[in-house]
């Protein structure tokens, strides 16, 4: 890079120290119009408007006021910046027992080592939308970003020209700027809708008296001022400037030596789900590239650098591959190859971490031998006592109910810790398994399958599991039949039913449709926010997802 760290952070603190001032003289101007309808309508001043311009101690209340108000939402805006948006996008801690969190694991920690060491944390957003962010603010806190989607569709090479990007960002700066910036717009639009819901809420209330009258002209003028002040707004928005995904594509390069990497990554980005319901509009600065397809940002001209804040994927494909050396159609040709070699390596995903056994041999009234049992299934016994005789299995001693730790806990009348979930069928323990490297329960005996709710966009993402031809056919019948306008209707006529009781809450599960889109039965529980598929309901949603090539977001 052309410029050194200290350079970086004095051409950083020149850039805040201009968003401020520029934020303050908008407060200004806005509240300078905002003046003229606070004075008629409370102190009942009198029109024609001569007698209501602000004179220029009113016009220095009015700027001291601004300079208050600008260092408030300054405050607001940049106070636990990265939580706040986190907490927005809903982004989620890695598992670092999954293969792919933890190859982005590895690959964030070389960047961060090639950058100097900084501490950076990962981050995932659990949707089937290809994006990634990075953001910092002024703790010091850094964080890389990306979504289910994007970890699953880039290989390594790919993955880590993202994150050289990313890494950009961080190093030079911009992701600090950006992150602040994107926080003023974020509470500017929050005002507008805050005003926006009193104005429509007043006007639905039956009671509206002469005063509250006033009250909804001086909303309506607020809300139109607010309008009005959108060009402020572009102003601050220049500080976003296109550029800075050149520079940052350019960084990467630099990192990973490898142009290509990044170019095949943009383009897989720009040919799937971007992820338009990842935030609002004002969040689209943070990713790699914009989640709402706009025609706008594929221009180029003075309007386009003015309101766009990516410039053109054409133009960033044209730069990269000119460093490599290569084509377009290349590049098509060479991710060909790469998915049809990603097909065949297809295979079984399911891997298994046995758990403790946790059914039990009883001794019953007949003073015979039952069993094995489950928790769920010795609770409905009436017969049981602390003192019955159990054991796990023929070779295992014999001891007192009461002895056990989960048929204890199951007499004390409340949930161990430490116990583990139970198949809300058959009522036995379940086994730990990992399905496209991500953890689930199955059960031994029904094979059913019991997993999170934000677990399933991992799941559904990623292509490595094999479909049996059973499974496929089921697909296609079900695509058949959505094909059809009055089964469509049918599905989504169908009312929830109740059958199955959640292993966790002991409450009851709904048995519904996954989604209108994929109309697979499944049991979910509203509470534990637990999804049950019995044998094969599983495989038979993901085959349906990969061959229908629309995007989940959770």
């Known amino acids: 890079m052309s410029f050194s760290f200290i350079d970086i952070e004095e051409k950083t603190s020149r850039t805040i120290a201009a968003l401020f001032l520029v934020l303050v003289l908008c407060y200004f101007a806005i509240a300078w119009l905002l003046f003229i309808p606070v004075k008629w309508v409370f102190f009942f001043s009198p029109w024609p408007p001569h007698s209501l311009w602000p004179t220029l101690s009113e016009s220095l209340a009015v700027l001291v006021i601004a300079i208050i108000a600008g260092s408030i939402h300054w405050t607001i805006s940049t106070q636990g910046l990265i939580e706040r948006i986190t907490g927005a996008l809903k982004a989620q801690p890695l598992d ?44 010091g806190r850094k964080v890389i970003g990306v979504t289910e989607g994007l970890l699953a569709k880039l290989n390594r090479a790919q993955l880590e020209g993202v994150v050289g990007h990313e890494l950009a960002h961080l190093v030079s700066g911009d992701s600090l700027m950006t992150g602040v910036t994107v926080s003023l717009f974020g509470l500017y639009a929050g005002m507008m809708r805050l005003v926006g819901q009193s104005i429509r809420d007043m006007f639905s209330s039956p009671r509206r008296g002469r005063r509250d009258g006033r009250v909804v002209l001086l909303l309506v003028l607020i809300y139109a001022i607010l309008g009005l002040s959108r060009p402020f707004v572009t102003i601050l928005k220049m500080f976003v400037s296109r550029e800075r995904e050149l520079r940052a594509d350019a960084v990467a390069v630099r990192l990973t030596r490898h142009p290509l990497a990044l170019a095949e990554a943009l383009h897989i980005i720009s040919r799937g789900w971007r992820g338009a319901s990842l935030g609002h509009d004002y969040l689209s600065a943070l990713f790699i590239l914009n989640p709402a397809v706009r025609e706008l940002d594929e221009r180029e001209g003075f309007w386009a650098n003015l309101f766009s804040t990516h410039p053109p994927l054409s133009r960033r494909l044209e730069i990269l591959l000119g460093m490599a050396g290569s084509s377009s159609s290349d590049l098509i040709r060479n991710l060909e190859r790469q998915r049809i070699a990603a097909r065949k390596r297809r295979g079984n995903t399911i891997r298994e971490r046995p758990r403790p056994v946790e059914e039990w041999f009883v001794l019953g009234p007949s003073r015979t031998w039952e069993g094995p049992y489950g928790i769920k299934q010795l609770r409905a016994f009436s017969w049981l006592t602390p003192d019955t005789w159990v054991r796990q299995s023929a070779e295992s001693p014999v001891t007192y109910a009461s002895n056990e730790r989960a048929i204890r806990q199951m007499f004390l009348g409340r949930r161990d810790p430490g116990q583990t979930d139970y198949c809300p069928h058959c009522g036995v323990s379940m086994t730990n398994i990992r399905y496209e490297s991500v953890p689930l329960l199955r059960c031994s005996r029904c094979g059913g399958i019991l997993a999170e709710r934000l677990n399933i966009p991992r799941i559904l993402v990623r292509e490595e599991q094999e479909f049996s031809p059973l499974v496929q056919r089921q697909a296609g019948v079900i695509r058949k039949e959505m094909s059809n306008p009055r089964r469509q209707k049918e599905i989504m006529a169908q009312q929830p039913t109740f059958a199955l009781s959640c292993s966790r809450c002991e409450k009851k599960m709904q048995r519904r449709h996954y989604s209108y889109a994929y109309p697979v039965m499944v049991d979910v529980c509203p509470q534990c926010h637990l999804y049950w598929f019995d044998q094969g309901e599983l495989e038979l949603l993901q085959c349906l997802y990969e061959t229908s090539g629309e995007a989940l977001d959770v």
């Open 96 to 139: 670092l027992d999954d293969e792919f969190h933890r190859r982005f694991h590895h690959v964030v920690e070389e960047a961060a080592i090639a950058a100097g060491g900084m501490p950076i944390e990962c981050l995932v957003l659990p949707t089937t939308a290809l994006n990634a962010f990075a953001m910092a603010e002024f703790s």
